[in-house]
């Protein structure tokens, strides 16, 4: 069983939910960002999903937006990525997964991209703007070198498209709980339940849910009708709110992910 299977396993076993924290590979530096991650595997997180700073993020929010930017800034690069997870590797056995766009993908060409961040140490490429129709050679890549393939249902993705994304996925299906960007929410949808009731028809792998949870409420929630919890802009607000202090910042980021992880916990 992989990393990313286990987790889903061991947290179903416990009768939780999974927490799959996002951050911005790099966000603000490299070397603040290793200990960012470092924070992020003594807590209570069972899955890290790290963005791969990108000039165009269509997908996300300003605060998100704003955390690739000064990852670019600082001199992240795709081979810096790689060199993150493998200095994450260094002191973390979690499964960790990519938030990327396609043309990251495809520049250095899709078979060489995946089998590269496999050999770092990648456990799944979530790819947020690569359509169903045009991800057949992604998808063989991702078989061949045994990378999971995570894929992304929407609120307006009809059931019959539904269960052709669901059937090309591995690793589990990214559920956006909301049209638009990522970015903290005050509220979450009201017909949530049903949206991952009608996902789950379809599914034989975990559903697990993001977009705009970010309070310990929200994770309960979620927590009760997903098998993961998807928590990104609340913690890069953690770091975006102390920039000129590292210790405040991983201070922070710490505090704030003892009270959402504890969200998921009892939650079956």
Do not use: W
């Amino acid at each position: 069983m992989n990393r990313l299977d286990k987790a889903f396993s061991d947290a179903a076993s416990a009768r939780r939910a999974c927490f799959i924290a996002y951050v911005c590979a790099g966000d603000p530096d490299f070397r603040t960002s290793v200990e960012v991650c470092r924070r992020l595997h003594t807590s209570d997180v069972d899955i890290i999903e790290l963005g791969v700073p990108f000039s165009d993020p269509l997908a996300d929010g300003v605060p998100n937006q704003l955390a690739a930017q000064r990852a670019l800034e600082s001199g992240m690069t795709r081979q810096k990525v790689t060199e993150l997870v493998a200095d994450l590797r260094e002191f973390s056995d979690k499964p960790v997964i990519l938030y990327t766009y396609y043309n990251l993908v495809f520049s250095p060409g899709v078979e060489n991209y995946v089998r590269e961040m496999k050999e770092h140490g990648v456990d799944g490429l979530l790819v947020l703007d690569l359509p169903h129709e045009e991800a057949d050679e992604f998808v063989a890549a991702c078989e061949k070198y045994d990378i999971a393939n995570i894929r992304i249902v929407a609120p307006t993705t009809l059931p019959e498209r539904i269960a052709k994304i669901v059937a090309a996925a591995t690793g589990f299906i990214y559920y956006v709980s909301r049209e638009g960007v990522t970015g903290e929410r005050e509220t979450l949808v009201n017909d949530l339940a049903e949206s991952v009731a009608e996902v789950k028809t379809h599914a034989s792998i975990p559903v697990a849910v993001g977009f705009g949870i970010s309070s310990a409420d929200h994770v309960r929630t979620v927590a009760s009708i997903a098998d993961g919890v998807v928590v990104g802009s609340a913690l890069v607000s953690c770091i975006t709110n102390n920039l000129g202090d590292r210790e405040a910042m991983l201070d922070a980021l710490t505090d704030k992910l003892r009270v959402l992880c504890e969200g998921v916990e009892n939650s079956r």
